[in-house]
């Protein structure tokens, strides 16, 4: 089963800094990666949707995955209060039909005017 | 356009009562549906996901039961209710015919077990 650690814990940036989040897995077989927020006590929104090594914008929000070293990062520009939330990975393998996702445990993001 | 509605939104009940959660997908024709539940402070756990009606596969057992009673439902409950079974749960859809693993997740039901 695949293991998803999300890195930090919790962030606090200041309105205009650019926030780096970061998420590793345990092995290769999942070609399909997805950044998700949630508000607390919300459903999830998807940001940004990467299936291949490299980089992916979807405005303000930038992935870049790497599989070879187990990870994608997330990167949000600009950030402003109303980005404060939970910021979730997700990873589902192709080999499971894309039937089976798998999430870190979140990072917290705080974004302090 | 798609909305997918949860029911109810929260919900307060006694250990050895029994739970019933329901979601229903508007807009989308045999949609894949899926459970998922999120202890306070947790993990996004996915428990089940169905592809059609009346099918339901389980991914992680946490005495709790599912059913898709009809195209656009799909219920979760069990008789029981565990102090464990506190947490949020999310329903979720992704498109059957063309799945690019793309999840849209309804707004949850928060269970409180006392």
């Known amino acids: 089963q695949q293991k998803v650690q999300q890195s930090p814990e919790s962030l606090t940036v200041s309105e205009g800094a650019m926030a780096s989040l970061n998420c590793t897995f345990s092995?290769?077989?999942?070609?399909?990666f997805r950044w998700y927020r949630q508000h607390s006590g919300k459903g999830l929104e998807v940001l940004v949707s990467?299936?291949?090594?490299g980089e992916k914008e979807e405005g303000r929000f930038t992935a870049h995955l790497n599989r070879a070293s187990l990870h994608v990062s997330l990167h949000i520009r600009e950030p402003q209060p109303s980005d404060s939330a939970v910021y979730l990975c997700?990873?589902?393998?192709?080999?499971?039909?894309?039937?089976?996702?798998?999430f870190g445990k979140g990072t917290s993001l705080t974004v302090i005017p | 356009a798609q909305t997918i509605h949860q029911w109810p939104v929260a919900e307060i009940k006694a250990v050895g009562s029994p739970l019933s959660l329901g979601c229903t997908i508007k807009?989308?024709?045999?949609?894949?549906l899926y459970w998922y539940w999120q202890a306070t402070g947790g993990t996004l756990q996915q428990l089940f996901y169905?592809?059609?009606?009346?099918?339901v596969e389980s991914v992680v057992q946490l005495n709790l039961s599912a059913s898709r009673p009809k195209d656009d439902q799909f219920i979760l409950s069990t008789e029981k209710l565990l102090l464990s079974h506190s947490g949020f749960y999310l329903c979720?859809?992704?498109?059957?015919?063309?799945?690019?693993?793309?999840?849209?997740f309804g707004e949850g039901s928060k269970l409180t077990v006392l």
């Open positions: 092995d290769g077989t999942s070609d399909n």
């Open positions: 997700a990873m589902s393998p192709s080999n499971t039909g894309y039937q089976n996702f798998y």
């Open positions: 979720a859809w992704s498109p059957h015919r063309v799945n690019t693993g793309q999840l849209y």
């Open positions: 990467i299936f291949s090594d």
């Open positions: 807009g989308k024709s045999s949609p894949n």
């Open positions: 169905s592809i059609t009606v009346g099918q």
